[in-house]
């Protein structure tokens, strides 16, 4: 019968022995599992400081956008108009008064019985308006209905014109109504002519449609300019959105007030500028902290961090205590502690006097821009540093593939490693499996002369009597 647990038939702790023996050899694969873990959290260090320093160059670019510095705000508590503010506008303040708001021009023809019947054969309509433009509709070969004529109309953006019908509820109950797309009198239509469509004895489309000539049999319900006053100063316009009449300010008409006068003030904003500096800072002192915290040495227990002694985090490190610490060579606010952003000694962060800040935002404002964004500014060199560190083949990316070419060689020799133990140990097994069958042969065939020894005894007593 074959021996399932080695040691059984020897009566020996093979088994026991076997698995010692294992845990002997398995001490070098624990060494590279090790090994390989140390190496697979310096990866993911490297993409605790990517995403660090992506969040840092982030803020950056935000403080290099336009609008950060030099926005006005528009404040106002009228009824009639809202106002935004560029940064191209002044400070001032204006009273302004609504008189009448922009309108769309409608037409409406004369009622007919039907909506699918045809207006005669073929057309072309030509559309003239306010501002002299013409727009054409060819009706040649198409539904000249009114159903037909609202579908073309409707399917051509161009024309400016939108379609549909009203019924009266009389005898003839179905009206064609236009409307122009766009408020004033420019995209009113001032001219409505008819070409090409017959019944044979006339035309019907031009009795439907005719507007702007002798015997018009459109009704109509004209457009209008809205018409502002700001300081006492008449302002029209084709829209309800007055983007000319104030420098860099944006009016948006909501409902006529006549006579009834509305202030507008304009004033600066730096709220946007702080707001993206005080951004920039903790951008700046959370990159610190995580290449702080990752390479940092614990002097009580010894113990190094993932990082510590690491040559590229250091240098990311350096790199970006450089582009802080630069300066403009002209000004009265050249360094960020002249605008109120100084060091810590102790923690290596920045932190903001925020009275310092708002003055300088106040009355410096052009040196501050310049210190942050200039040709050589802070948020300008920052960009410069990203493109060497974040870059596919940037210091991060280097020292990432560089860890991953390590890990690949350590898992190929934990399975060379590993087989080779198998190998070992399906041999240690082979030779105890047969040190076991031996001795229990050797045991077996020792109980065997022990008992034909006794046998002989036996019988040897046995002859005496």
Do not use: H
């Not at 506008?89 to 021009?105: D, F, R």
């Not at 539904?143 to 509820?169: K, P, R, W, Y």
């Not at 304009?266 to 005080?278: H, N, P, V």
Request: zero cysteines; glycine letters at 8%.
């Amino acid at each position: 019968m074959a021996i399932s647990v080695i040691g059984v038939g020897s009566g020996l702790p093979l088994d026991e022995l076997l698995s010692d023996l294992r845990a002997s050899e398995n001490i070098a694969l624990q060494q590279i599992k090790t090994r390989q873990a140390d190496v697979q959290n310096r990866i993911s260090a490297y993409g605790k400081i990517k995403s660090a320093f992506e969040a840092f160059q982030k803020a950056g670019q935000t403080l290099s956008k336009e609008g950060t510095f030099g926005a006005f705000k528009a404040n106002t508590s009228a009824e009639s108009f809202s106002a935004t503010a560029e940064t191209s506008a002044v400070s001032g303040q204006y009273n302004i008064t609504v008189e009448s708001l922009a309108n769309t021009q409608t037409l409406v023809a004369q009622g007919l019985a039907s909506r699918t019947d045809a207006n005669g054969t073929d057309g072309v309509i030509t559309f003239t308006f306010g501002d002299g433009s013409t727009k054409t509709l060819d009706l040649t070969g198409k539904d000249t209905s009114i159903d037909g004529i609202i579908e073309a109309i409707n399917a051509d953006d161009s024309l400016g014109v939108q379609a549909t019908v009203l019924n009266d509820g009389s005898a003839t109950p179905y009206r064609l109504m236009l409307s122009s797309t766009e408020t004033g009198t420019d995209a009113a239509i001032t001219q409505i002519d008819i070409t090409g469509n017959t019944d044979g004895a006339g035309s019907p489309l031009e009795d439907l449609l005719n507007f702007g000539t002798a015997g018009s049999t459109l009704q109509e319900q004209a457009a209008s300019n809205a018409e502002i006053t700001v300081n006492g100063i008449t302002i029209t316009s084709q829209t309800n959105s007055i983007e000319d009449a104030i420098e860099g300010v944006k009016l948006n008409l909501t409902e006529a007030n006549p006579g009834k006068i509305e202030t507008l003030s304009i004033t600066r904003d730096d709220s946007t500028a702080k707001s993206s500096i005080e951004t920039f800072v903790k951008a700046y002192n959370a990159l610190q902290g995580t290449i702080k915290s990752l390479t940092s040495y614990n002097t009580e227990t010894q113990t190094a961090n993932t990082l510590t002694g690491d040559s590229m985090a250091r240098r990311i490190q350096n790199e970006a205590r450089e582009i802080v610490n630069s300066f403009t060579s002209s000004g009265d606010v050249r360094t960020l502690s002249q605008m109120g952003i100084t060091t810590n000694l102790t923690s290596g962060e920045l932190t903001i006097d925020q009275e310092k800040l708002t003055a300088a935002l106040e009355n410096n404002l052009g040196d501050v821009q310049n210190l942050l964004t200039g040709g050589n500014g802070i948020a300008t060199r920052l960009e410069q540093s990203a493109e060497n560190i974040l870059d596919a083949n940037g210091l991060i990316a280097a020292a990432t593939n560089g860890a991953k070419s390590i890990s690949e060689r350590l898992q190929e020799q934990f399975e060379t490693t590993s087989a080779r133990i198998d190998a070992r140990m399906a041999n240690y097994k082979q030779q105890f499996s047969a040190l076991d069958g031996m001795i229990a042969e050797m045991n077996s065939l020792s109980s065997y002369l022990t008992q034909q020894m006794g046998m002989l005894g036996n019988l040897s007593s046995g002859n005496k009597e």
